[in-house]
């Protein structure tokens, strides 16, 4: 099954949450600060922090879940961090779960929640004029073993011009 990359032009989401997972890979190849020049402030559990385990900075707000038993519901389908940031995507309306796991990006989607990824983000970023091309991004994911697959690459480029 392929995913389609959430491309936000006329939806704009007024809450942007985020997994572990993005963190760490924009962190990773020194792109962190794009995350805040395409969406301001970033929203993540206490469990995705623990996660990412380094210094948070002040754009990346941490919000705890309130329904515990729904959070631990999902902890039995998808990793910890995954189950917050899916718990709190549902608590949090007119949001946006920034997500690449394909087990958390199932469970996302049959909840009905919005979804973008590494990627999805990667494109917004281009689409803004934030950065020149994507290309150079990419090779510096797959350098850290970032899997992507060359159909999904290619999709990404020729949305964003560069295939």
């Given amino acids: 099954r392929r995913w389609k ?7 704009m989401h007024k809450y942007i949450i985020s997994d572990t997972s993005c963190l760490i890979l924009f962190d990773k190849i020194g792109a962190l600060e794009l995350l805040n020049k395409i969406y301001g402030k970033i929203i993540i559990t ?11 900075p002040d754009w990346i707000n941490t919000v705890p879940v309130k329904n515990k038993a729904k959070q631990q519901e999902f902890e039995n389908l998808v990793d910890y961090g995954e189950a ?6 549902l608590e949090v309306a007119d949001s946006i779960l920034i ?5 958390g990006r199932t469970l996302a989607h049959k909840l009905k929640i919005d979804i973008t990824g590494t990627l999805g983000t990667l494109l917004k970023a281009k689409q803004q004029n934030i950065i ?8 510096k994911l797959r350098q850290i073993d970032y ?3 060359k159909d999904i690459e290619e999709g990404i480029l020729k949305k964003a011009g560069e295939f």
Avoid: C, N, Q, W
Avoid at 5 to 11: G, V
Avoid at 46 to 56: I, K
Avoid at 132 to 139: A, M, V
């Fill in 84 to 89: 917050s940031a899916i718990a709190l995507a």
């Fill in 147 to 149: 899997r992507i697959s």
């Fill in 46 to 56: 206490p469990e995705v922090a623990e996660e990412y385990g380094s210094e948070l």
């Fill in 99 to 103: 997500i690449d796991d394909k087990r």
């Fill in 132 to 139: 020149p091309k994507i290309k150079p991004l990419i090779e």
């Fill in 5 to 11: 990359i959430l491309i936000e032009t006329s939806i």
